[in-house]
């Protein structure tokens, strides 16, 4: 267990420490009491954050800005919406979380269920897996249900296992993905 203490200035450098605290091999818990506060003269007021918010959302071009609304508060931006894709929930975020005066990001950006064939959506993600990672598409089960991909087995490293859960993330029609991905170098 790792525990993570101090002050930086921004909710992506806060994001990004606790996200490297994971990468560590042998951690498996993180503790992150970690502030952001800013350190400028200035700090940015709430509507200010928010115009902010609004141009990175339109400007990102992977976002769907105009389903998407935005509140600030004390420096807290909340994201309600739908989008249709487990990947445009996360760019939204993306997009955010770095901007200056953020001091931290609530999604509830919803995946709007689609009308998709289960069984074209494994077929959609068996191929991306084959692709990716050749040898892990035969470790690996693949639960495909209601909008909902599980995903069972092991694969070598965390970048295989990055690989395949970033190829789902863009699947139409998936909703949720239960990772139950085990890493083993020995697989």
């Known amino acids: 267990i790792v525990t993570l203490t101090g002050t930086v200035e921004?909710?992506?450098?806060?994001?990004a420490a606790r996200e490297a605290a994971h990468r560590v091999v042998g951690v498996l818990d993180v503790a992150d009491d970690v502030e952001v506060k800013w350190s400028g003269i200035r700090g940015q007021s709430d509507s200010e954050i928010a115009q902010a918010v609004r141009f990175a959302l339109e400007w990102d071009v992977f976002v769907p800005d105009q389903k998407i609304r935005s509140t600030v508060s004390h420096g807290r931006v909340t994201l309600e919406g739908e989008v249709t894709t487990l990947r445009e929930r996360d760019d939204a975020e993306r997009a955010v979380r770095s901007l200056e005066g953020v001091k931290g990001v609530s999604n509830f950006l919803v995946v709007?269920?689609?009308e998709v064939d289960s069984k074209e959506v494994r077929a959609s993600i068996e191929n991306a897996l084959e692709r990716r990672a050749e040898r892990e598409a035969k470790n690996i089960?693949?639960?495909v249900g209601d909008g909902t991909v599980t995903l069972e087995g092991?694969?070598?490293t965390w970048p295989e296992k990055s690989a395949i859960l970033e190829t789902i993330r863009h699947a139409p029609g998936v909703r949720e993905v239960k990772d139950r991905l085990a890493i083993d170098p020995w697989a």
């Open 10 to 15: 921004g909710y992506g450098k806060k994001l």
């Open 112 to 114: 709007v269920p689609t």
């Open 141 to 143: 089960q693949i639960l």
């Open 154 to 156: 092991r694969v070598r």
